[in-house]
């Protein structure tokens, strides 16, 4: 399950949730599950992709950028030219960024085909793993929403001199990632909790932040569907 934060008004770290057994502070090793939580929301981390150094066909990352936008770029087919499949651009990578964190901010699904789709207004025949040679993947995304950090260093290249687009290894993409990339909860755990608890509450559109009212959160499951604390 990832727990995303679709209100910018509210800052990383301002809410939490607390009410997960077993609680880090209640954990006993012999008995219990590893614990869970308390978690901590965070807004998606999407830094803009500015450019890419070009050195005839070689394109590079020009400085370090982390968020979605850099994900995409590293992770997502562009156009075939002359029979080459290509990078996406910078710009691309932004636009496709913005439409799927939009998306989540709009309590829609993100799973394989939405975002395929997404991409896929951008750039036409690109998409996800399983299209052309792109590694990118819906966990992927869905942990860089909940506030996973995903790096990408200066020089790192994105499309070889021969004009050829040069994913991250399906193995390898974890390593590009700091803090914690996976929130993954019980789904006996997250049915209480948004049921009755702290979740139910960040779920009604009733959530009041600094006079604000409006929902403050959206669950996914694994594969981008939206969770129904009702099923």
């Known amino acids: ?57 070689k394109r590079t990352i020009t400085r370090t950028v982390s968020g979605l936008s850099a994900y995409l770029v590293a992770t997502v087919a562009g156009a075939t030219v002359g029979g080459k499949i290509t990078c996406i651009t910078a710009v691309n990578a932004n636009n496709i960024a913005t439409a799927i964190i939009t998306r989540m901010q709009g309590d829609l699904a993100l799973a394989l085909a939405n975002i395929n789709a997404l991409i896929n207004a951008v750039v036409a025949g690109s998409g996800l793993v399983g299209t052309k040679t792109s590694t990118g993947r819906v966990a992927d995304i869905l942990s860089i929403l909940t506030g996973a950090v995903f790096t990408l260093p200066a020089g790192h290249q994105v499309q070889n001199s021969n004009g050829v687009f040069t994913p991250i290894a399906t193995d390898d993409i974890d390593s590009f990632f700091s803090g914690d990339k996976n929130q993954r909860l019980l789904t006996s755990d997250l049915a209480v909790s948004s049921a009755e608890g702290a979740l139910s509450v960040m779920l009604s559109d009733a959530f009041t932040y600094k006079g604000v009212e409006s929902q403050a959160v959206v669950i996914y499951n694994n594969d981008g569907t939206l969770y129904d604390p009702q099923a």
């Open 1 to 57: 399950m990832f727990i995303t934060l679709k209100r910018t008004d509210i800052s990383n770290g301002t809410l939490q949730i607390r009410d997960l057994f077993p609680n880090p502070s209640q954990f006993n090793p012999v008995i219990d599950p590893l614990p869970q939580g308390p978690f901590y929301l965070s807004n998606p981390s999407n830094n803009t992709v500015a450019t890419l150094t070009a050195t005839v066909d």
